[in-house]
């Protein structure tokens, strides 16, 4: 044989004599005398496990094809900055130095051996950023033309770029980028156990309704990476995931939205009623209770566009305070001791109001009479008065019209960013 391992003297055991046969040239068969009805003596892949430290190859220029897939199995957090999701992943190769003929072995086709035992190919996810749950002491299966196929279940905590602005109604993707750490393209090549279609297939069937993420898509595309003089083999998968949105709409829309209602509503309630300010109050710290416990649905970082929706509503809710504050003090101002309503306004009040109510005197008629007794005096304040009143209450109406058309344009704003 012209190959250059393994050499005789390295690879025979003394229980079975020649543990790797030359066969044709470059292959190598394993004698299946430590193959019966017990399973397999240990011995005749004791060639093959003291060789676990190297990359089994024929010729070492060549380089060995590594296939990877993975299922997904559950999103279990997408937060910046690392995501953590559940998944099993398979690498798949061809290890040169096991085969054997299963007619001449029992039958045997399939063998389980512990990884421990062999060299495994050292793919990583370049995301990674916390050290990965895998557990040790797995198992791998061979088959007799020495295909290797190894799962292994892990939990990858990795980073995942967020774009928060539009939760509750975010879509993210997150990239994964396989590649070998020491292997250059030269001796790793990389490749797909499976179509992508099937990954997302068995990944949406696993998924399917719980949790609060839905996988929507997978992209994969394979790439070199550069380091200095080496090319690596990288192929990168790309998740499109949607949050599922119904827990928000519930727990942060609909309460704000109720609030925000009650608050447009209780202009209805008369201004004269001492009571609204005390009202208003309440709702502003009903409000404030609510965003306070919001704050644990709302992302840790960034400011998405529900803050400043909700920052909105609040804005709404002091401003209607201070408009009832305004109020209540125009009010008892008029009430008490109006001051004399200058002309033009009176005008602009009278024609604001003329397709109500008419008021045919005018305020300022009074002045001019020195001899006014006191029960006209008395008829003119009430006069003045309920014309102040009066002027209270369209400023009321007007800055009510104005709330409305800001609330509704702020919401109409809202609703169209969510959507695009
Ligand atoms: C396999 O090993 C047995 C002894 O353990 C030996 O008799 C037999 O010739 C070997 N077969 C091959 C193909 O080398
Ligand atoms: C890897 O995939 C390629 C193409 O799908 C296939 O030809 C090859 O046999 C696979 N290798 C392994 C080790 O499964
Ligand atoms: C995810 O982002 C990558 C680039 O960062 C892009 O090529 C890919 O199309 C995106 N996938 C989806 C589903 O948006």
Known sequence: AHAPWPRKGDSGTPLTGSLLSTGRGDIFTINCSGFDWHGVDPAVFQGVFARNSFRPVLDYNSPTHVNI??????????????????????????????????????????????????????????????????????????????????????????????????????????TFTFSSF???????VLGMEKEVQEILNMSQNLIQKQGEWVLLGIHQTASKMTVGTNQYNQIVFYLAIRRRTRLYIINLLVPSSFLITVDALSFYLAAENDNCAAFKITLLLGYNVFLLMMNDLLPASGTPLISVYFALCLSLMVVSLLETIFMTHLLHLATTQPPPMPRWLHSLLLYCTSSRRCYPTDPQKGNKGLGLTLQEDRAQKQHLVSLWVQFSHTIDTLLFRLYLLFLAVSVVMVVILWNT
Not at 182 to 188: G, N, Q
């Open 69 to 174: 897939s993975f299922t997904l199995s559950a999103i279990l957090e997408v937060v910046s900055p690392g995501s953590t999701l559940q998944w099993s992943s398979g690498e798949q190769w061809y290890h040169p130095f096991i085969r054997w003929n299963p007619e001449e072995c029992g039958g045997i086709r399939h063998l389980s051996i512990a990884t421990e035992n062999l060299w495994l190919p050292d793919i990583f996810i370049k995301e990674f950023m916390d050290v990965d749950q895998t557990p040790t002491d797995l198992m791998a299966y061979v088959n007799s033309e020495g295909q290797i196929k190894y799962n292994k279940p892990m939990q990858v905590i990795s980073i995942c770029n967020l774009d928060i602005f539009y939760f509750p109604f975010d879509k993210q993707n997150c």
């Open 182 to 188: 020491i292997y250059p393209a030269e001796r790793m």
